[in-house]
């Protein structure tokens, strides 16, 4: 049973950093397509960033050159490492998981597996 849990949301102020992570059970994350989303409240749940098995990268507009997605196959685990964070980067984080590689466009329906979400807020 494929699982994910993730950690490492909080509370920062604008300019600051956070680095999420999630860790992968039951498949491996060198196998799998990964990948972050965030939710606003009243709002459907928007790509961030995925990771393929050949470790290509894609990234919505609105972080490029802020964040970094990776992994670490040893712990079979991936990060978001979002610098120069602002205020509207709050939302609900989560994790995401599927088989193969990543569709070219960053949509929560191309995912079944979830982390449980981790709050980020950015004060101004």
């Known amino acids: 049973q494929v699982q994910l849990v993730e950690s490492g949301g909080g509370s920062v102020q604008a300019g600051g950093s956070l680095r999420l992570s999630c860790v992968l059970s039951?498949?491996?994350?060198?196998?799998?397509?990964v990948g972050w989303f965030r939710q606003y409240p009243g709002k459907e749940r928007e790509g961030v960033a995925t990771?393929?098995?050949?470790?290509?990268?894609s990234y919505v507009d609105s972080v490029k050159g802020r964040f970094t997605i990776s992994r670490d196959h040893a712990k079979n685990t991936f990060y978001l490492q979002m610098n120069n964070l602002k205020a509207e980067d709050t939302a609900t984080y989560y994790c995401?998981?599927?088989?193969?590689?990543?569709?070219?466009?960053?949509?929560?329906?191309?995912?079944?597996?979830w982390g449980q979400g981790t709050q980020v807020t950015v004060s101004p």
């Open positions: 995401a998981a599927d088989s193969g590689y990543c569709s070219t466009s960053l949509r929560a329906v191309h995912f079944t597996y």
């Open positions: 990771i393929d098995p050949d470790g290509v990268t």
């Open positions: 039951g498949a491996t994350v060198s196998n799998f397509c």
